[in-house]
């Protein structure tokens, strides 16, 4: 199975060892043929690595409020594949800030989980890193999501839900007043 596949990947390990935080891989797979709805990050974090469960984290607790999902329902991986631009923490930067996912995992894997994925009918492109893979472009994130209606109803751009972005949310309400209700409807009909 492709799941297992990726959870047994080493590819990066050296460059893992190479981090300030020198972890091994942990690809987190989350998903199954069949799903629904596909959630695309950029990468798990150090919790995210330590538990083995993807966005269980406070990044997590907001994503699940912009989907309208309870956590069993977010984590039923029948309806929901989390597949996101790398499946392994990418460790530390110097400074203590998450390093980018390195391009070798979307290289390796991305077109064999693009097609076990084929039965998703909505898909939420989660940060910069995902969008600029999917849409092909080098808009900045608040421009993506901002043109949401150009790729809705099968896409929706969205920001990182991380806390860092809580001023990104504030500057932009029609996020909250326009696409999220939007993308709210668009969930619960994917998943009746």
């Known amino acids: 199975m492709l799941s297992d596949d990726i959870s047994a990947c080493r590819l990066c390990a050296a460059r893992f060892a190479a981090t300030r935080t020198a972890h091994v891989p942990r690809p987190v797979a989350w998903f199954r043929p069949g799903a629904r709805i596909r959630v695309i990050g950029q990468a798990p ?6 538990t083995g469960l993807p966005f269980n984290d406070r990044s997590g607790d907001r994503l699940r409020d912009w ?3 309870e956590r069993d329902a977010f984590y039923d ?4 594949a989390i597949t996101p631009m790398a499946f392994c923490f990418p460790g530390y930067d110097a400074r203590g800030s998450d390093l ?4 070798l995992c979307a290289d390796t894997w991305g077109a ?3 097609d076990a994925l084929v039965d998703v009918a909505l898909t939420l ?3 910069g890193h995902a969008q600029a893979w999917h849409l092909r472009n080098r808009a ?3 421009d993506n999501v901002a043109a949401w209606r150009d790729h809705a109803p099968r896409v929706f751009p969205l920001p990182h839900p991380s806390w860092r972005n809580t001023g990104w949310l504030k ?8 696409l999220l209700p939007e993308l709210r409807r668009r969930i619960a009909e994917v998943l009746q």
Do not use: C, Q, Y
């Open 45 to 50: 974090g150090m919790r995210v690595h330590d």
């Open 67 to 69: 989907m309208g999902l």
């Open 77 to 80: 991986r029948d309806r929901i």
């Open 100 to 103: 980018p996912p390195p391009k």
């Open 112 to 114: 064999r989980v693009d």
């Open 125 to 127: 492109l989660v940060g």
């Open 140 to 142: 900045s994130v608040t």
């Open 171 to 178: 500057k932009n309400p029609w996020f909250e007043a326009n």
